[in-house]
């Protein structure tokens, strides 16, 4: 079973979080894909720059300026940082963008009905699962940044947590999707790592989203994760970076 | 014949001229490489970010933010244009550090007798040529940034014309090594391009270079270009960003 692993901002720019998830990720049996954010990076690079991140509905709209800075942070400097690491660590990894070997196709988003124009966003059309699955049949492991290309030259930005979920789906093998960050799983009160919820079914999720235990960007995370198990995902866990093999698991 | 291309960042920050390259570069029979400068751009955004470049004997001393930045613009921000833009002209490119797929190998430069520390730039070691043959035998052209690794888990600056050198004399098969910049070719009058001189000999170039003739950063162009062909490269050319088939051919 190949084994996709996303892991978000936060994580990637902590020098020892960092450490211990690829501690982790080296680890784990082959095949293996990591996919990885990088948000908190390029807000700041932006800032030192003077260019204004401007955020609708939680997302941030990437004008031209901030295009660049992405495609410097996540495509560069948090991608090659991740290579090179991995490398150290015995893994053979290639940094790919959704350009890289036409990997992930996308469109740029099209201003929403509220009359919002996110700007460079990608969405995605389809994913090289064949080509990513000869990678891994050659040792390789793909590290992936949240990138992907219209095909017509122009990169695009797009969700981590979206570009984990068209890489699991398009994977022509059977594959695990593991979604980690800084607090050990689902926790139904998210100051007490005891409350960690080991399976968490979609009706019990719509119960806690009702009753408010279940709140903020956990929903679209774990949305993300039942859209993925219908798809053909066979497991999803949410869990924390330095125990890839614990948290919650989530089943349709 | 597997050819090498290497484009200096003069090119590649240009829109128009680096359109012009990628056109010519498309139209090239396959296998192929492209080993791509960054220079200007780091040293642009060095500035936007108040950091200084600073220069011994024409080269960068790569401090620790030097290296972020040259890992963002070189890794990021112009690798990643050009495999978009490659993509878009039908080929299929591949984006690549000496980090990615353990390509390049390198050794952080000692201090020099001088007492010149460099700092974050890396001397090659070794480049695997049979990797770089199984991504051409796959259709693959792989884009190559001015990054190698320690294997350590540390990034190094590396000049692209020793990129460009060391991929070459790597390959298992015959190659051949263009560097292509926006002059014609070698000129005996650099104002006048119809002083090219279509071919050069080593015996040539030292006549030319101890009567003044050449001078300045094509010396150590020329040095480079003679030492591949004594590393078994079939052939060197000097040329234009728009006629890769022209320009000045380089013999022992």
Same mark, same amino acid.
């Given at each position: 079973?190949?084994?996709?692993?996303? *892991?978000?901002?936060?994580?990637?720019?902590?020098?020892?979080?960092?450490?211990? @998830?690829?501690?982790?990720?080296?680890? @784990?049996?082959?095949?293996?894909? @990591?996919?990885?954010?990088?948000?908190?990076?390029?807000?700041?690079?932006?800032?030192?720059?003077?260019?204004?991140?401007?955020?609708? +509905? +939680?997302?941030?709209?990437?004008?031209?300026?901030?295009?660049?800075?992405?495609?410097?942070?996540?495509?560069?400097?948090?991608?090659?940082?991740? *290579?090179?690491?991995?490398?150290?660590?015995?893994?053979?990894?290639?940094?790919?963008?959704?350009?890289?070997?036409?990997?992930?196709?996308?469109?740029?988003?099209?201003?929403?009905?509220?009359?919002?124009?996110?700007?460079?966003?990608?969405?995605?059309?389809?994913?090289?699962?064949?080509?990513?699955?000869?990678?891994?049949?050659?040792? =390789?492991?793909?590290?992936?940044?949240?990138?992907?290309?219209?095909?017509?030259?122009?990169?695009?930005?797009?969700?981590?947590?979206?570009?984990?979920?068209?890489?699991?789906?398009?994977?022509?093998?059977?594959?695990?999707?593991?979604?980690?960050?800084? @607090?050990?799983?689902?926790?139904?009160?998210?100051?007490?790592?005891?409350?960690? =919820?080991?399976?968490?079914?979609?009706?019990?999720?719509?119960?806690? *989203?009702?009753?408010?235990?279940?709140?903020?960007?956990?929903?679209?995370?774990?949305?993300?994760?039942?859209?993925?198990?219908?798809?053909?995902?066979?497991? *999803?866990? =949410?869990?924390?970076?330095?125990?890839?093999?614990?948290?919650?698991?989530?089943?349709?």
């Amino acid at each position: 079973m190949t084994e996709v692993i996303k *892991v978000g901002g936060a994580v990637v720019e902590d020098v020892e979080q960092l450490a211990a @998830l690829l501690d982790a990720f080296a680890k @784990l049996g082959s095949p293996k894909i @990591l996919v990885h954010g990088g948000g908190r990076s390029a807000t700041r690079l932006a800032g030192q720059l003077g260019v204004e991140s401007h955020m609708a +509905g +939680g997302r941030r709209i990437t004008e031209e300026k901030m295009l660049k800075i992405v495609t410097m942070v996540y495509g560069g400097l948090v991608n090659k940082n991740i *290579v090179a690491k991995l490398q150290a660590r015995g893994v053979n990894a290639l940094g790919l963008t959704g350009a890289d070997l036409n990997l992930i196709r996308a469109h740029r988003r099209p201003t929403t009905p509220e009359g919002i124009d996110f700007g460079f966003v990608g969405d995605v059309d389809s994913a090289d699962g064949a080509r990513l699955q000869q990678l891994l049949d050659a040792g =390789i492991t793909p590290v992936v940044a949240p990138l992907t290309h219209d095909g017509r030259g122009l990169l695009l930005n797009t969700n981590a947590d979206t570009i984990a979920m068209a890489v699991a789906t398009a994977l022509p093998e059977q594959t695990s999707l593991t979604f980690c960050f800084d @607090l050990p799983g689902v926790l139904r009160d998210a100051k007490d790592p005891s409350t960690l =919820i080991p399976r968490l079914t979609e009706a019990d999720f719509r119960a806690l *989203v009702a009753d408010g235990t279940i709140a903020g960007g956990m929903i679209p995370k774990l949305e993300n994760a039942f859209k993925a198990l219908r798809e053909g995902v066979i497991k *999803v866990r =949410i869990t924390s970076f330095h125990d890839l093999q614990g948290g919650t698991v989530i089943t349709l």
